[in-house]
Structure formats: structure tokens, C-alpha cells
């Protein structure tokens, strides 16, 4: 089931919607997302952002990653990289009579050059 987008709460509708408009002027070209919730009444927490929902719930896994145990630094990831690059290198040396694995194995690839430059 999809998450169902609620708006801002109205108590803090206002103040949110005056905080966006300077933070978007303030910190352009960059994104922002402003979060305001209850600190002793959690369960519900309103933001505001410059962003799409799609970018912004990205931004928000991404950080989440960041600042969990999940998070895998940089330089390992270009260590993983490296494996399944060579390993890609290595299949593609290989007869692939249906040319399936050959086109999967150069998508694999690209997805590596996208994760490098996502990371550089």
C-alpha cells in the first residue's frame, strides 16, 4: 500500500509555509527539507521541502543510511564495484549464443559508472 501524503498540520501550517519560502531563497540552487514535530507527543511529524516527494524520500533513506549501521562508507562501495566490474568483465570474455546475459551484464555496468559518479 502506498504511504498517503498528509498535509502540514495547521498550528504550524503558516510558520512552515514563511520558513520554506526563506530557506528557498536563502540556500539556492540547493534542496531543503524542514521537519517540525511534537517532542513530547511523538507519532506525527510535518515538513516542508524544495524537493519532490520522489528526491525527498530519497534524500531521507539516503540519511537515514547515513546515520544507521547500514550505511556502507565510500571506499568499500568502490571496493564492491571493482569486484562486480571485474566479474562483469570476465562473463562478457564468455560465447553468450541468446545475447541475454550480455546485454544484462553491460546494464550491470552502467549501473556501476551511475554508482561511481553517484559517490565521487
Avoid: C
Avoid at 46 to 62: G, K, Q, V
Amino acid at each position: 500500500m502506498a504511504e498517503q501524503e498528509q498535509g502540514i498540520e495547521a498550528q504550524y501550517r503558516a510558520q512552515m509555509n514563511q520558513l520554506a519560502h526563506f530557506l528557498g531563497d536563502e540556500l539556492r540552487p540547493s534542496g531543503f527539507a524542514l521537519f517540525v514535530f511534537d517532542m513530547n507527543a511523538p507519532g506525527r511529524m510535518n515538513y516542508i521541502s524544495n524537493a519532490s516527494r520522489p528526491h525527498m524520500l530519497e534524500a531521507m533513506r539516503e540519511f537515514i543510511a547515513r546515520n544507521n549501521s547500514t550505511y556502507v562508507a565510500p571506499n568499500n562501495v568502490f571496493q564492491v564495484l571493482d569486484k562486480i566490474d571485474e566479474i562483469a568483465d570476465t562473463a562478457l570474455t564468455k560465447p553468450d549464443d541468446s545475447g541475454h546475459a550480455r546485454a544484462a551484464l553491460h546494464d550491470i555496468r552502467a549501473a556501476i559508472k551511475r554508482a561511481r559518479e553517484f559517490h565521487q
